[in-house]
């Protein structure tokens, strides 16, 4: 049988903190990621040297886009689970990472164009702080146990324990892959290669290698994602990462100054 | 050497966390406020669906404000810090539920509200 085992692994979907008392470990996870990113920020050398009025208004983008994109996140996974957006049905609905994160894009973009914000090299700053943001996240999710991939024999596959997602998704202990730590383990990868290398274009970079990263890693991903456009071929997130990557490669393609911009090492 | 003293980032961070942890914190206090209300004289389904109702915003509410204190406090640090006081005060009014998220939650908007209090903002 295709990944048995009784390996049962770590994973706290609440951190018992006495007393019958429990922090969710997504939340927290996720909440500390984007206070990380947002300190990461504060001392990130192209964002220091702006005007405390820049800074300012770079805070104020955020926060909208944030809040907004949560939002985005809570509607996409609501369209593609085919759920109707009533009061009633708000506990289940989840959220789905890379609609909170385009939806999110696209208020920061308008954010950053009404605070008269040059966009790209605002962004440009911001990805590094993506990455760590991003990075606890994931780690969230697979404490959490959501986003788990298909099952494995290999070396890397984990048993989630009894009661968690995948096990009530497969009915026992199996092997699978760790999908959300391979993401993790990516964008830290990312993060390094951004901080180390200093590249110019720094956006374009996070989002067209996730996107590419994100299409593939969702070919061994195993849990309910939903379905948009009627078709099965297709995860919502691949579908989006496709269109991610032609709106940024045309993107690019545009751009004359891109291809001017080295990496300096 | 500068001599030149920062704005703490000590209460953004409590604050998005805090933040973040008030969203579940929120909807534990409404589930809370909604079943404690059912064991009340006279308890019918519109008052305990009104009770949750309430606790729930109220929790919705503080973890909004305290977010957005959190990331907007350095331009003002007492008006913000103030703000993320009232988001703390707030979140203790869900503390009625016996919820102990929202007194977690509490505390860091408090902690995070006096930090900013006692800041001065830098001349620049």
Known sequence: MVGRSPTIIFMLRYLDIGNNNFLPSYNLFVGFGIAMAMLFLQYHKPFKTRTENEKHKIHLSLIVSILLGFIGAFIFDAYSQNIALTFDNLNQIGLTFLGGLLSGLLVLVVCLKLASLPILPTLNIMATPFCIAHFFGRLGCFMAGCCFGSPTNSIVGVTFPIDSLPHNHYHELIKIHPTQLYESAFVLCLFVFLTKFKTNNQFYIYILTYSIFRFLVEFIRADDRGIVFNQNTFSPSQIISLLTVVLITALILTNKNFQKQTIKL | ?124
């Open chain 2, 1 to 124: 050497m500068s001599n030149e003293k920062q704005i703490s980032n000590a209460p953004m961070i409590l604050g998005i966390i805090g933040g973040i942890l008030g969203l579940p914190a929120a909807i534990c206090s409404g589930a809370c406020a909604a079943g404690l209300s059912t064991l009340a004289d006279g308890a019918t389904k519109q008052s305990t669906d009104d009770a949750g109702s309430a606790f729930l915003w109220i929790g919705l509410i503080a973890a909004l404000i305290g977010l957005v204190s959190a990331f907007l406090y350095k331009k003002n640090p007492k008006g913000w810090g103030a703000m993320m006081l009232l988001a703390g005060i707030l979140s203790g009014v869900t503390l009625v539920t016996f919820n102990f998220l929202s007194f977690i939650v509490c505390i860091l908007f408090l902690i995070g509200g006096v930090i900013s209090l006692t800041q001065k903002k830098p001349a620049l």
